[in-house]
T-cell receptor
């Protein structure tokens, strides 16, 4: 196992409420990622982090913010949840940027299932 | 052309069959390639990297054709436990920012039947 813990694993929330998903790693990896996976779209990058307090947007960042105050924790926040944010969210980690070291790639947490009603 | 394209399947094959998946990618400067496996309601897991010369891991063989910009995965002697969705993953050029992060295909579903 890659030493990644996501919490909560399942959550149902109401439209307009804030939601924070937490990703915790024990590998001391520099890079951390948040993806969402939806039918017909595959995995899409929301935000990623390349170090403490260093984050950047991914493909589908609108409506999401992130924070990384410690190497081991990467938080994803939905400031005001909408039904379109119902999805499964995966955190991932990598030691270095994928492709920069031969064979280096990313490893995923078990996922957080979020339903916005 | 989409960045990474896969046949969604499903591929329904009997045990013991050989099955092949193809994946095409749009950015000719892409540098790294991978196959991931994802079981239903589970996280994707790395199956194997794909090297330029092709590589094999037991019953699994991955090949890369840079000229045609496609990657393939061959599974020999299929097992029931091979039933899953297989994701093709490509690493485009690293130009900084969000560039250089992995691009995932939507996956090809495989169902191996007794």
């Amino acid at each position: 196992d890659a030493g990644i813990t996501q919490s909560p694993r399942h959550k149902v929330t109401e439209t307009g409420t804030p939601v924070t998903l937490r990703c915790h790693q024990t590998e001391n990896h520099r890079y951390m990622y948040w993806y969402r996976q939806d039918p017909g779209h595959g995995l899409r990058l929301i935000h990623y982090s390349y170090g403490v307090k260093d984050t950047d947007k991914g493909e589908v960042s609108d409506g999401y913010s992130v924070s990384r105050s410690k190497t081991e924790d990467f938080l994803l926040t939905l400031e005001s949840a909408t039904s379109s944010q119902t999805s499964v969210y995966f955190c991932a980690i990598s030691e270095s940027k994928p492709g920069t070291t031969s064979g280096n790639t990313i490893y995923f947490g078990e996922g957080s299932w979020l339903t916005v009603v | 052309r989409k960045e990474v394209e896969q046949d969604p399947g499903p591929f329904n094959v009997p045990e013991g069959a050989t099955v092949a998946f193809n994946c095409t990618y749009s950015n000719s400067a892409s540098q790294s390639f991978f196959w991931y496996r994802q079981d239903c309601r589970k996280e994707p897991k790395l199956l194997m990297s794909v090297y330029s010369s092709g590589n094999e891991d037991g019953r699994f063989t991955a090949q890369l054709n840079r000229a045609s910009q496609y990657i393939s995965l061959l599974i020999r002697d299929s097992k029931l436990s091979d039933s899953a969705t297989y994701l093709c993953v490509v690493n485009p050029p690293n130009y900084g920012g969000s560039q250089g992060n992995l691009i995932f295909g939507k996956g090809t579903k495989l169902s191996v039947k007794p």
